[in-house]
T-cell receptor, first 115, second 110 residues
C-alpha cells in the first residue's frame, strides 16, 4: 500500500446529514491534498495543506470544510451536500507543496453517495 | 492555465501486444510529467515519471517519452499482461500545480 489511509471507504448520506472523511498518512510528508474524482472528468484538486496551513482552495463550495490538525491527518467535513457531490474523494500527500516537490501518493478514496 | 489532453479514452489490446497512451499539454513551463495507474477500488498509484530535461525513461515494460517542442508525452507498455488492465492518468506540473488528464481505460484481451 501507499502509506495513505482513508476512512470510511464508502459513505451514503442524505442532503441534510453531516459527516466527515478522514485521511492519515504514514510517510512523514508535510503536504496533504483532497481531490474529487467524478466519472468522465479529470481529477479535481479541492484543497492543499502545507505544514498544516491551507495553501489552496480551488473555489470549493462552503459545504465542504477541510481540517488539518497536524501534518499526518486531514479531514473533510461535509454538510448539506447535493446529489452532484457524489464522487470518489481521494486524499494524497507529498513531501511538501511547491515547485520543487513532485510525487504525490494517493489513498484508496472514499466513495460518497448523496441521496 | 495548463490544460492536459489524453487519448484515447479507452484502449483494448491483445495480451502480449504493446499499448500506447498519449497526452498533450499547453503550458511550456511544465517541467514534470507523472503517470498514474488506478485499479478498481484503489487510488491512483505512480508508475513512472519524467522531467523536462529528459527525453525518455524506461522501467522494465513501461517507458515514457517526452517531446518538449511538440508539448506531448506518451506512455508505452510492452508485452502487456492481464494485470495491466486499469485506468491510466497522465499529468503535467507547472510551478506548484499538477493538472491531470481525463484518463485512459486499458483493457487487456486474453
Amino acid at each position: 500500500e501507499t502509506g495513505v489511509t482513508q476512512t470510511p471507504r464508502h459513505l451514503v448520506m442524505g442532503m441534510t446529514n453531516k459527516k466527515s472523511l478522514k485521511c492519515e498518512q504514514h510517510l512523514g510528508h508535510n503536504a496533504m491534498y483532497w481531490y474529487k474524482q467524478s466519472a468522465k472528468k479529470p481529477l479535481e484538486l479541492m484543497f492543499v495543506y502545507n505544514f498544516k496551513e491551507q495553501t489552496e482552495n480551488n473555489s470549493v463550495p462552503s459545504r465542504f470544510s477541510p481540517e488539518c490538525p497536524n501534518s499526518s491527518h486531514l479531514f473533510l467535513h461535509l454538510h448539506t451536500l447535493q446529489p452532484e457531490d457524489s464522487a470518489l474523494y481521494l486524499c494524497a500527500s507529498s513531501q511538501e507543496w511547491g515547485p520543487s516537490t513532485d510525487t504525490q501518493y494517493f489513498g484508496p478514496g472514499t466513495r460518497l453517495t448523496v441521496l | 492555465g495548463e490544460n492536459v489532453e489524453q487519448h484515447p479514452s479507452t484502449l483494448s489490446v491483445q495480451e502480449g501486444d504493446s499499448a500506447v497512451i498519449k497526452c498533450t499539454y499547453s503550458d511550456s513551463a511544465s517541467n514534470y510529467f507523472p503517470w498514474y495507474k488506478q485499479e478498481l477500488g484503489k487510488g491512483p498509484q505512480l508508475i513512472i515519471d519524467i522531467r523536462s530535461n529528459v527525453g525518455e525513461k524506461k522501467d522494465q515494460r513501461i517507458a515514457v517519452t517526452l517531446n518538449k517542442t511538440a508539448k506531448h508525452f506518451s506512455l508505452h507498455i510492452t508485452e502487456t499482461q492481464p494485470e495491466d488492465s486499469a485506468v491510466y492518468f497522465c499529468a503535467a506540473k507547472v510551478y506548484d500545480k499538477i493538472i491531470f488528464g481525463k484518463g485512459t481505460r486499458l483493457h487487456i484481451l486474453p
